[in-house]
């Protein structure tokens, strides 16, 4: 078993990426942070989306970067919460393309490392 500021560390490590990865709109590292397996959910009313993650990464490389556009960078990690050793849930909040977002990500400790396995989400319109 690993301590948990490790773990911990561990994550806000992979969070980073994952942060990063949207900014850039970059799924090359993206792909360091999902599992391959991972499922993609948008739960937003009237825009329900169930993406494997090659669907995913092929919509992200589509966009246009926030950071090309001087959008600043908003995220939060509102919560980290371990269920054992090799899994874990994060509730985080970013700002976005004109869009608040509600990130809900469950993330195992698989292959040595920790990894998002489900990315399941809604969005409000930026007031």
Do not use: C
């Amino acid at each position: 078993m690993m301590p948990i500021h490790q773990n911990m560390h561990d994550i806000m490590e992979v969070l980073e990426a994952y942060f990063e990865g949207l900014y850039q709109a970059d799924s090359k590292i993206l792909t360091t942070v999902f599992h391959p397996d991972a499922r993609y959910v948008n739960a937003t009313d009237g825009d329900y989306m169930n993406y494997a993650m090659t669907e995913y990464f092929a919509k992200v490389s589509l966009r246009t970067p926030p950071a090309s556009t001087g959008q600043i960078r908003e995220d939060v990690i509102n919560s980290i919460q371990f269920g054992g050793d090799h899994m874990a849930f994060v509730k985080a909040t970013m700002t976005m393309m004109g869009r608040d977002y509600l990130d809900f990500l469950t993330l195992i400790y698989d292959d040595n490392r920790w990894q998002i396995i489900s990315k399941v989400f809604s969005y409000v319109p930026k007031l």
